[in-house]
DNA sequence: GGTCAAAATAATAGCGCTACGATTTTTAAC
DNA sequence: GTTAAAAATCGTAGCGCTATTATTTTGACC
């Protein structure tokens, strides 16, 4: 290297370690150290332990921006979920990362904060780092995100629903039998007059989903249903909130999640209503406190493992022609209702 | 184009637009492409319009891995904590995320599972990433990630706790200190015979330090205190659990977090123990439900966001001499305790 | 030892972009 | 109109790595 070439590099803020350094240290070239990183057993015997020797002499740390521009393609993928402070995609999230981080792929989050035009320029900013692929949640997109993802070939994954027309790749479940699922176990209990609880469900269209699911079959069964909505995010406070607004009569709610029936059974205990005795209440997420409550909470369970392990496998194992997998959910009756 | 290189784009699957494209079609050059990428107001209202135009025809998406080999350093930070699934940190990573993308940068996040070997690999792995920045969690690490981040000159920056040397920058609040206020509310209620009940201390430092505070500062007032720990996760379940493990006659119970404290809450409601008059409960976190359950819980807060913002300006404003910034934190006096 | 195929290693040519310095154009001042 | 300074634009030379092709070495077999 030249005193300029040094300069340089200085200026550039770039005096790392190279390849092309531990190259020169090992005696080997460089196509050998970067064989040697990415197929150790596709060098003899011989010069694999200099090689290694020199690495960790120098103290060689991979250029893994250099490496993707070489090779057309990061090993990133990226994540765009609505929210991390959801349960749901935090574990989501956590689960994923652990499956792709085992093969060598990173994880990029974004969050929309459930706004579709946040996730276009999500999208947008994740499509510049020729990700390895792009997991979105759910299916409802703008135009524009479509296109985009359309128009590219990194793979793409819809996960937690199942659209009709995935873009690429979907992994989920059909929220609207959620709804039913949980309808049914309420007239097999015999609690005919009751109430959905919806937090934010024009931007949770998964939970609107379940809330549709769920009139449709209480109604279907001659049951009278009403839905309760409330723009707030889920909290404790806007179950409690909700359950005012619900007439005397109510004998069942279904929650749009674990947390707003948490607050609805706070709600209840301060009133001194009996659950599930004078109200039955049911939520959705199976959610560690679920089991540990006061009475246990009857729940639906996500599995969202296994929708992550899909996922993972999904952006793994390209050659399969599957393009929707369904996961698993269960109700899970427990003394709440 | 020759032909020959087109194939070979083809083969390694690099179809896409490159600046040179937009370059070409607006008649300008690519160095004025990226000018106006990155600076628009630096090039003229004469061609600004036109590369504009020419990059909204082709559809053209900027590539940030060749951006950043050029420019030596990527615009993505990397945020390594313990796990997503602690609200915590989920809320932290969200807001740092929401400060970041204001300006440009992306999150990689990676967690660890409070395996300091795990960190050392995730640090390791951002390195490669030549990231704007790397964000920590705590102060306890491998010696080999304390090296690797000494070497760097990334800026690295630590937070929720605050170390007596930090690598490079860190935010956060004593937990010692948190644990000392928690055992003065006590001292100040007259409970006399104490416990703190913890998850998870080996590996979840900053719990342990809150713990240690706690323990002095209740034995320095002369009380009886005992020390319960649970090496499972922080859950409900836990805290039910360590409820157990008291002596008959303890008075107050401190909770490393909100989680386990809502454990004792519904254990204690099932055993018909009164709080606070039987049992006084407290917590760290305030997380959502803190102020809804019954009784509501006495809690600390601690800020998360605020460490956010923080983090997110040291990234930011690299000038800045300070090398340590202390967050703010809060009990929450409630009918709990 | 010589031949040939297979395995191991090396050399080459970019990946798409940005920093830098060089060049051109515009503006300002006289 | 000239000139200097400033602004806008362009051309070049890599950033550090990998895919591909070319070359050398090894090993198997006669």
């Not at 035009?117 to 510049?128: G, T, Y």
């Not at 692929?133 to 128009?151: E, F, P, Q």
């Not at 909505?229 to 004998?251: K, Y």
């Amino acid at each position: 290297m030249t005193e300029v070439e040094k300069a340089q590099r200085v200026r550039r803020g770039m005096e790392r370690v190279t390849m092309m350094d531990v190259a020169r240290h090992s005696g080997v070239s460089a196509s050998s150290v970067s064989l040697f990183l990415r197929k150790p057993e596709a060098v003899s015997a011989k010069i694999a332990p200099r090689i290694a020797a020199a690495i960790e002499k120098l103290g060689y740390v991979p250029n893994y921006v250099a490496g993707g521009l070489a090779a057309a393609g990061s090993r990133v993928v990226s994540v765009i979920v609505p929210s991390l402070r959801n349960a749901f995609f935090s574990e989501t999230v956590s689960a994923l990362e652990k499956n792709l981080s085992r093969n060598g792929l990173q994880t990029l989050v974004g969050h929309t904060e459930y706004s579709l035009e946040q996730e276009e320029r999500l999208v947008r900013a994740a499509l510049s780092w020729a990700p390895a692929a792009i997991v979105l949640t759910g299916n409802d997109h703008t135009d524009g995100t479509r296109n985009l993802l359309l128009k590219t070939a990194t793979p793409v994954v819809e996960m937690w629903e199942l659209p009709d027309a995935p873009i690429d790749c979907a992994v989920g479940f059909p929220h609207e039998e959620v709804g039913r699922a949980m309808a049914r176990h309420f007239i097999a209990r015999g609690y005919e007059n009751v109430a959905f609880l919806g937090a934010r469900l024009d931007e949770d269209t998964r939970a609107a989903s379940r809330a549709r699911g769920f009139m449709e079959e209480m109604r279907e069964a001659g049951c009278k249903a009403q839905l309760i909505s409330d723009p707030a995010p889920a909290s404790t406070a806007t179950g409690a909130r909700m359950l005012d607004a619900i007439g005397n009569d109510v004998r069942a709610v279904a929650c749009s999640n674990d947390i707003v029936a948490l607050g609805v059974l706070f709600e209840a205990q301060k009133r001194d209503l009996t659950i599930p005795d004078r109200l039955a209440v049911a939520g959705f997420g199976d959610l560690d406190f679920a089991a540990n409550c006061v009475p246990p909470l009857t729940t639906i369970r996500p599995q969202a493992e296994q929708i992550a392990e899909t996922v993972a496998n999904c952006i793994l194992n390209r050659e399969s022609e599957q393009r929707s997998y369904r996961t698993d959910f269960a109700l899970i009756p427990r003394r709440s209702a």
